[in-house]
């Protein structure tokens, strides 16, 4: 059977039989026209001219479709119609048993399943298309001329390895998922599935902020009348005359920027790019996952707790070389997840680094600091809130200050950043609604807050004799145990008969000292520094604030913090 869409739409034994009022529906023919390139009437030469900013209607059809569509405008069922149409009545140049696929991408399955309900309602509810339907799936629909409707991943890897008559992408406005490329590596991917067949590519949206695929599309292609690319961008009562207008205006009136991208159908101009992919790529280090500690480098640490059930908890730790920041390792505790066990494997890691503090998120209240000294970490809330984290860690990426690691979850939180403009003109920096940015901040916490210079070595001398000189490091049984952590080894360096030097960090030290402070006459890093004095007396009550700060004590015999 050899006919067009619009036929197929009003035959009630086809398609027509979905459609409850061919006058509310005038919208979406002329588009569909437009598209196919078939006659157009008076009636939709308006609706062609106000929806692509074009003035000649082209005699081809469009190789892609680009609808940027008001919420609530019908884009849905529309794009389910134009699928169901394309599998049936369309005819496709297969190899002998091969399948044609018809693809749905959307930023989640859930949202992609939209589309293929309307279109199991089509195969199960119409006598001349049942037929047609062989098996059907959560995922797939299989027909009997080898076209299978099959509902993918957004992951590009996913894409390849079909042979593609069709594809839809659903919301691609909001296609940018963690851990997986942006919109611009899907639509390569399904581009080149339908080289071989010239199958048309068909992406349906509202929109959002100016960026992205959709946003760059439009600045090409919208108003071209040569293009073969058709953008087709109309308010939701346009294409959906039936919606109710005073709730679209009340909406206006509570949000005005909100309701122009929901219902107007128009880019935010109140939502900017927090940076560019090109900025954040150049930061990368190609290959760098993780980097291991090393001694005598002083380290940093940002945490974003979690209670385990919704978001991720995060870890981040960085150094400073020749003032650039560096962010040497990430760690990711997905939800659901014990948070007690989590706090433990971090404070692990943060002895591994050899580190006794860690900065916070200011979350829980007094839950993060309890949890983590419990496991001897001191736990110090954020000074700054993330907005203003971000903001400050702007500049550093731009400047390309910072080295990131390779790691597709940060980088792609990171592009995903927002700046709004709030409507008392206060900028704040956040992750896209639906997203997360767990990652993204204890980044930006660590690097922002990130130490400069080497860990100074510390000098214990005491009353107790040296033993016999080595050549190689002391074993970890004849060092006082609450020095080392498991497997470490310590470096002893004897001067005289009386001065041990162990090449540990302030942290590893700190249980083992208070109890023999009457047995210790001196403290000293290898640094000079001028401040006023402290006395040994009043060390133990100031014990953070020296171990958690760059402090440096000179040759004296007395302490000394810095001020």
Not at 216 to 224: M, P, Q, S, T
Not at 363 to 388: C, H, L, M, N, T
Request: proline content about 7%; aromatic content about 10%.
């Amino acid at each position: 059977m050899k006919l067009n869409i619009i036929e197929a739409l009003k035959d009630k034994k086809l398609l027509g039989q979905f459609i409850r009022d061919e006058k509310t529906w005038a919208a979406w023919f002329a588009f569909l026209k437009t598209f196919f390139a078939l006659k157009p009437s008076k009636q939709d030469m308006k609706f062609f001219k106000k929806c692509t900013g074009r003035r000649k209607w082209s005699i081809l059809a469009a190789l892609e479709a680009w609808l940027i569509i008001g919420t609530r405008g019908g884009k849905s069922r529309i794009t389910a119609l134009m699928t169901a149409f394309l599998a049936i009545f369309k005819k496709y140049s297969l190899s002998s048993g091969e399948k044609g696929y018809i693809i749905i991408v959307a930023p989640t399955k859930r949202q992609a399943g939209i589309i293929k309900r309307y279109l199991s309602s089509f195969f199960n509810d119409n006598a001349f298309f049942s037929p047609f339907l062989v098996r059907e799936t959560s995922e797939e629909i299989e027909l009997n001329n080898n076209i299978i409707i099959a509902v993918l991943s957004s992951d590009y890897r996913s894409l390849r390895g079909y042979t593609a008559v069709a594809a839809i992408v659903d919301e691609i406005a909001y296609l940018n998922l963690e851990g997986s490329k942006p919109d611009v590596e899907v639509i390569r991917a399904l581009r080149t599935r339908l080289t071989s067949t010239g199958g048309p590519l068909i992406c349906i949206s509202s929109p959002y902020a100016k960026r992205g695929m959709l946003y760059e599309v439009h600045k090409k292609h919208y108003g071209k009348s040569k293009s073969r690319i058709l953008v087709w961008q109309a308010d939701s009562l346009t294409m959906n005359p039936t919606l109710n207008k005073d709730a679209i205006k009340q909406a206006y009136l509570e949000d005005p920027e909100g309701s122009k991208a929901d219902y107007g159908a128009e880019f935010r101009s109140d939502i900017e790019s927090y940076v560019s992919r090109e900025a954040v790529e150049a930061c990368v280090i190609p290959g760098r996952i993780e980097l291991p500690p090393i001694a005598g480098v002083k380290y940093s640490a940002f945490v974003d707790p979690s209670g385990g059930s919704k978001d991720s908890m995060t870890l981040g730790i960085s150094h400073t070389e020749n003032d650039v920041k560096i962010l040497d390792a990430i760690r990711e505790a997905k939800p659901p997840f014990s948070p007690d066990q989590v706090v433990r494997d971090f404070a692990d890691l943060l002895k591994r680094y050899r580190m006794s503090n860690v900065v916070g998120d200011r979350y829980a209240g007094e839950w993060p600091r309890e949890r983590f000294r419990v496991y001897g970490i001191y736990y110090k809330p954020a000074d700054k809130p993330k907005s203003d984290l971000y903001r400050d860690f702007m500049p550093l990426i731009n400047s390309g200050q910072v080295e990131l690691l390779d790691n597709d979850i940060l980088i792609n939180q990171i592009i995903n950043l927002e700046r709004r403009t709030g409507r008392g003109g206060k900028d704040s920096i956040d992750h896209t609604p639906g997203q997360h940015d767990d990652v993204a901040n204890v980044c930006a916490g660590v690097l922002v807050g990130a130490k400069k210079g080497i860990t100074p070595r510390i000098s214990i001398i005491n009353d107790t004799p040296p033993k016999p000189m080595q050549a190689e490091p002391l074993p970890a049984e004849d060092v006082p145990k609450p020095l080392l952590t498991a497997g470490e080894r310590a470096i002893p360096i004897y001067v005289g008969d009386r001065i041990i030097e162990w090449e540990i960090m302030p942290a590893a030290i700190r249980a083992w000292l208070w109890p023999k402070m009457p047995a210790i006459n001196l403290i000293r890093i290898n640094r000079p520094f001028t401040s006023a004095p402290i006395s040994v007396t009043d060390l133990p009550a100031r014990a953070d604030d020296i171990f958690e700060s760059s402090v440096i004590f000179p040759e004296s015999d007395k302490f000394f913090f810095p001020l």
